[in-house]
Structure formats: C-alpha cells, structure tokens
C-alpha cells in the first residue's frame, strides 16, 4: 500500500513537472556591429554573439541590465531575451519591452518578426519615449506554448530595461517566473507522467495477482 502511495505522489509530480512557471533567459555577449537592415539580421548578429557569452534564467525582467544580471561591461553588449510562456486558452495579448538598444533591435513571436527597429533606442522608464520601446499589440495567440524573443545591440550605456505582457483590454505587467506558465507539458514531462502510471499500473496488477 505504502508502494501505491509513493507511486501516486510520483505521478503528481511528473504532471507539475518543469512547466509551471515562465522561463525567462537573458543572454548577453560582445559585439561591435552596428544597426542592422532586418530583424532576420539582428537575430543572426545577436545569436553569433551571445553563443560565446553569458546566459541565465531571470526571476522577474524587470530593470535588468547587462551590469546588473553579470556584473560585466556596459558597451558593445548584444542582448537575447527569450521567454518561453504557455496559455490555457486561446487568448489575445499585447507585448511590450523598454530597452537600451543603441544600435536597434528586433522582436520576434514564436519565431516571427513581430518588430523592428534600426534607430538608437532608448526608453529612460518611459513608454512615450520615442524610438525607447518595442510595442506589438493584439496578437491572437492559441492555447499552448509560445516564446517572444527580443534581440538588441548596445554601443553605451547599458540602462535598465523592462519586458510586458497584456492580456486582451487588460493591465500591462512585468514578465516573471509566476506568470503565463507554459500550458503543454515538455517532453521529459510527458515521459515522467507516462512512467509514473506506468508504475501505478504495474504495483496495483501486483496487489490483484497477490490477492
């Protein structure tokens, strides 16, 4: 019995598995290049540079900066953000990010360009900033899983930079590990949840053989 029960706390926890927060990876590397002509470019630029630097996983995305996550330098930073996200439902959401793009940038929804922009960006804590913030609105999005990539390039000086999610006529917040958990098992997930009942099953087969 004691076997069963341990089976069944086994199989609960392979269906919460990895899945149940958003996972945000900050990446940043060096590079020199400059503004670049399309959001495919950025993406190549910025994923050549970051390969060799460094990455981690934010609790939240809010203020975050090269110097402030690293503790390294403030010039010639490229910078990869990916927040792989999960809906329950089909829904319509609004995304937006205040960055320190110096030398442009480019976002990018489940591997989409949703936007770009090859002006020196700078939002100072402020949305009305002109040229400071990428804005995509009213993307309708399906149940399941999804990842916004944002790609930046940064000559000077690595200021604070904020990344938002807006539910349909909702609030604007800040991305953390707390918010639009990922919907769809991954598949080490799917694979412990298979395994588990698999385990139930065989004990509970025992039980009745004995029996």
């Given amino acids: 019995m004691k076997s069963i029960k341990f089976a069944a706390v086994a199989l609960a926890l392979a269906a919460i598995g990895s899945s149940n927060a958003a996972v945000i990876t900050f990446q940043t590397g060096s590079s020199g290049a400059g503004s670049q002509a399309s959001a495919q470019d950025y993406r190549s630029v910025v994923d050549a540079a970051v390969a060799g630097g460094q990455t981690t996983v934010l609790s939240s995305y809010d203020n975050v900066s090269n110097n402030s996550v690293f503790g390294t330098g403030n010039s010639d930073i490229a910078f990869k953000s990916t927040i792989d996200f999960g809906l329950s439902a089909a829904g319509t959401y609004s995304f937006r990010a205040g960055v320190d793009f110096g030398r442009g940038g480019a976002v990018f929804l489940d591997g989409q360009a949703v ?42 000086c690595d200021g604070g930079q904020q990344v ?16 639009l958990a990922p919907a769809v098992p991954e598949p080490e997930t799917s694979a412990m949840l298979l395994g588990g009942l698999a385990l139930v099953g065989g004990y509970a087969r025992r039980r009745i053989n004995k029996a």
């Fill in 164 to 179: 938002q999610y807006a539910a349909a006529n909702g609030n604007f917040q800040s991305f953390s590990a707390d918010t």
């Fill in 115 to 156: 936007a770009l922009n090859t002006n020196d960006m700078w939002w100072n804590f402020n949305y009305n900033t002109p040229n400071g913030s990428f804005l995509i609105n009213n993307q309708a999005l399906s149940a399941g899983n999804h990842t916004l990539t944002i790609y930046g390039l940064e000559g000077c």
